[in-house]
């Protein structure tokens, strides 16, 4: 700065990071004629908001200036290919362009070659970003504006550059919410999602729905830091958020297809949180499996069976107790379609083999009479409302979404018993559990991982009031936008996996399940000072301090009091920080590093004891370093 703007006095702090500290600081160090210089765009956005604060009665806000003003740098026209159209974006893209001449000539007239080539080369070095220019430069048009520009670098670089120029800052904002669902071509989405967009729109809830019969994820745009959804919205728009912040609200109709369960398994698998995961919403919308469940753990549920063939009939029909009417279903289906009742032998014969034609699968269960059945939605085990549906006129179901009237219902000390169970058994998030009363008890019919919240009966259960669907959506809402209700489900590693630990470099380790304890990593010629341990391992000293002693049982009843140490450590990309290890010999062991229990589970890893190999890494990548140095240690 100084070198290109010579003769002026430049003062500069990375503490000043806005104009507003940049005028507090000028005040307290008594410069009285203050005039900003900023883009012909910001020119009265900024004279509006800061005047307000010259010689303001707050001393801790106040600027004491005789004289302030705010001007334009001048025109700038983001067409232009000259200094005229030049901004700090398009700087630094010449620079991964290597386009030094251009660069020069948009530079300040008083800079020096030598000096702008100082910096043009830092911008590069820093950068290190021409590998992804190359990529942002493939998906720009020839005529691609700055807001274009920018865009696709946001898009595309690393958030720690995107720090670096301030276009990216850590931030406690509030979880972005994503809904997962349909949108049939040429109509808007569905009476939930739209409600649940008004709502969040009212909460100040970033909130957007996913349609995945349009939206699609590139393999690239995924990482553990963020993702891109593209067409999102089906106008072309792309979607960017950070899994770690993000919570996926999961509707039925999202994963009738390939297209949206491949949508789903991915956001799940990079660490969005998704209510309900795909175990959960499989589970619910299962009728059969379900049902096993339910007569599994002693809830009262009807009976059922499963219907594979003509030759399944009367087996199945003896198991529902072999009197009509009673139920068909296909296994899966919601709102109550796929549901059928049957009065007689003949019309069951013949309205299974109509819907065999169309490959369905079927369940058969018991007919229970009822003027009515209850919904009541759960939200991680805890009831949020209830409201009776009932039965229509000519119609044996009870579907809101067909018509059907609801009105309040509160629920006895009984059912809500039931009804915990029931959502607990399902794995749901969020669950609809639906129930009936039969000879004066309730009995569950059918468990829902993506119940509708369009009717106005919905009763809160502590208040006894009406809050209807917008009233319990604004509960889930208000539940899940506190990251601490989060339930982080468990990403699945293999047996044998990579972990960086310092100073030793990448390493093979072993996942031992049967570890409660700490961390093992393999230490020789421990001796102990004080609170300090100085060991050998990787064929080198090492000496850390003695975070505690831990007594291991090491088989026969023998118990090993190891020392206890902190090393920083990385694995599957994340940083951890320091991460507890005990040391001990492990000469004959294949694996250097033995990873806890307590280390997967607090770090939500899931072993599959299938998976034997490295995975998400090259192994030919890791540092075979470690235990070729250690087994010359072990022969000296």
């Not at 883009?39 to 956005?45: A, F, I, K, L, N």
């Not at 909460?203 to 393999?219: E, F, G, H, K, R």
Request: charged share 30%; net charge positive; aromatic share 8%.
């Amino acid at each position: 700065m100084k070198k290109s703007f010579r003769g002026v006095k430049i003062k500069g702090s990375k503490k000043l990071k806005n104009p507003f500290n940049v005028a507090k600081h000028l005040s307290d160090e008594g410069y009285k004629d203050v005039t900003l210089v900023v883009g012909s765009d910001r020119v009265s956005e900024i004279k509006r908001q800061m005047s307000k604060y010259v010689n303001h009665s707050n001393p801790k806000l106040a600027f004491y200036f005789d004289k302030f003003d705010v001007i334009s740098a001048g025109q700038r026209n983001p067409d232009d290919a000259g200094v005229a159209g030049m901004s700090a974006t398009k700087m630094r893209a010449l620079a991964v362009e290597n386009n030094f001449e251009s660069f020069f000539a948009a530079s300040p007239s008083d800079a020096k070659e030598k000096d702008t080539k100082k910096v043009f080369n830092l911008i590069r070095k820093e950068l290190r970003i021409k590998e992804m220019w190359d990529l942002v430069s493939q998906i720009l048009p020839e005529n691609a504006s700055e807001f274009m520009v920018n865009r696709e670098m946001f898009n595309h670089l690393p958030k720690s550059l995107l720090k670096e120029f301030n276009l990216y800052e850590e931030s406690d904002k509030k979880p972005t919410f994503l809904v997962l669902t349909t949108k049939p071509t040429g109509e808007d989405y569905g009476t939930t999602t739209k409600a649940m967009v008004r709502i969040a729109t009212e909460m100040d809830i970033p909130l957007y729905p996913v349609s995945v019969n349009d939206a699609y994820v590139a393999t690239q745009d995924t990482s553990e830091e963020n993702i891109v959804i593209h067409n999102y919205y089906d106008n072309g728009s792309k979607l960017r958020f950070s899994p770690e912040n993000t919570i996926c609200l999961v509707r039925g109709s999202a994963i009738l297809t390939q297209a949206g369960m491949g949508i789903l398994r991915t956001l799940q698998e990079y660490g969005v949180y998704c209510i309900n995961n795909i175990a959960a919403m499989d589970f619910s919308r299962n009728k059969f499996t379900t049902a096993l469940a339910l007569e599994r753990y002693k809830i009262p549920s009807p009976k059922t069976a499963l219907l594979s063939s003509i030759d399944s009939i009367d087996l199945a029909l003896e198991k529902v107790g072999g009197e009509f009417p009673v139920v068909i279903k296909t296994i899966s289906g919601a709102e109550g379609i796929g549901v059928s009742i049957v009065d007689s032998y003949e019309s069951l014969k013949s309205v299974l083999q109509s819907l065999w034609k169309h490959e369905a699968e079927l369940i058969i269960q018991e007919y229970i009479e009822s003027d009515f059945d209850v919904r009541t939605v759960v939200v991680d085990n805890n009831i949020v409302a209830s409201m009776k549906r009932l039965k229509g006129e000519k119609d044996f179901r009870t579907n809101k979404s067909l018509g059907n009237d609801t009105k309040k219902y509160i629920l006895s000390s009984e059912e809500i018993d039931v009804i915990k169970k029931t959502a607990k058994l399902s794995g749901c998030d969020i669950s609809g559990v639906d129930h009936l009363i039969k000879n004066g008890k309730p009995m569950v019919i059918e468990i829902n991982g993506s119940p509708g919240f369009s009717a106005e009966s919905y009763t809160d259960q502590k208040t006894k009031k009406i809050i209807g669907g917008d009233g319990v959506i604004k509960r889930i809402l208000e539940y899940f936008i506190d990251k601490n209700n989060w339930k982080r489900k468990s990403k699945t590693i293999g047996v044998i996996e990579p972990i960086t630990v310092e100073p030793f470099g990448t390493v093979k380790a072993k996942v031992d399940t049967g570890n409660f304890g700490y961390n093992v990593i393999d230490a020789r010629k421990i001796e102990i000072n004080d609170n300090y341990v100085t060991f050998k391992s990787n064929g080198k000293k090492h000496k850390e301090k003695i975070i505690k002693f831990a007594k291991i049982n090491v088989g026969s009843g023998v118990l090993e009091n190891r020392p206890v140490i902190k090393l920083n450590t990385v694995f599957y990309g994340k940083d951890l920080g320091g991460v507890l290890y005990s040391l001990t010999s492990r000469r004959d062991n294949d694996y250097k590093i033995l990873l806890s229990k307590d280390f997967l589970s607090s770090h939500g890893y899931l072993v599959d004891v299938n998976r034997t190999y490295l995975t998400d890494t090259n192994e030919s990548k890791i540092n075979e370093a470690f235990e070729k140095n250690l087994l010359k240690g072990i022969k000296k």
